[in-house]
């Protein structure tokens, strides 16, 4: 694929790439898709031994539901990533428990991914405790799920998420990057911003809530040697 974003002609970009792209045999991609994937994790943990400063963690957690067409999945990757932000945040009850107690360094990451055949949302970060760390996110999250997410976070949480997709268009280069990604998954670049402003509390503590089962959580974690 070839997009190109700014100030240009389209018959004269058409032009150009007829001359400078050379023509490729079709090529058929044999695309194999797992059958009755199990909706837990392969393994619970998986500890392993290598040349580092400190202990590092990933905390995986399975999504099963994956939406077969791209209009629904692009709507649940923005419920679920809105989900990791609320749960994993900065400004958030667990990283701020998670600080103050000394088990996590500063500015971990957390994402949603989602494609075709599978989806995950992750933790990851510095940890001295890996282990105790993955409990008390579990804990947390299965309270959570009980409690739901309150109008306040939500509302904050979706503003920021807004706003961090309104903040990519200034960027030509980060627009023909995402045309592309959007492309090939199916999405609607142009409607993005007006599914998340539609998404609801009520959308996001229902799916919250039928996600995020126990046997679904994997923690990897690297320890030093």
């Known amino acids: 694929a070839l997009v190109v974003c700014g100030n240009v002609e389209a018959e004269e970009v058409i032009e150009i790439a007829d001359k400078c792209l050379k023509e490729q045999k079709s090529v058929n991609i044999i695309r194999q898709k797992s059958k009755n ?22 905390i995986g957690i399975k999504d099963i539901d994956v939406p077969k067409a791209p209009q629904e999945r692009e709507r649940r990757d923005i419920v679920m990533s809105i989900i990791a932000d609320l749960l994993f945040s900065s400004t958030g009850a667990l990283y701020s428990r998670l600080y103050e107690e000394r088990l996590i360094s500063p500015n971990p990451s957390s994402s949603y991914t989602i494609s075709e055949d599978f989806a995950y949302t992750s933790f990851s970060g510095e940890s001295d405790d890996p282990e105790k760390v993955y409990n008390i996110v579990k804990e947390f999250i299965a309270k959570k799920q009980t409690e739901g997410f309150c109008e306040t976070e939500f509302i904050r949480c ?8 309104v903040r990519g268009l200034d960027s ?3 627009i023909a990057n995402e045309l592309v990604a959007y492309i090939f998954d199916g999405y609607n670049f142009f409607g993005y911003a007006d599914i998340i402003s539609k998404i609801t509390l009520e959308e996001v503590n229902a799916i919250f809530r039928s996600a995020f089962a ?10 030093p040697l």
């Open 214 to 223: 126990p046997e679904s959580f994997t923690l990897s974690a690297v320890y």
């Open 37 to 58: 994937e199990p909706p837990h994790a392969a393994k619970e943990k998986v500890i392993s031994r290598m040349l580092l400063a400190k202990p590092i963690f990933d």
């Open 158 to 165: 979706r503003k920021v998420f807004y706003s961090s997709f």
């Open 172 to 174: 030509a280069d980060d």
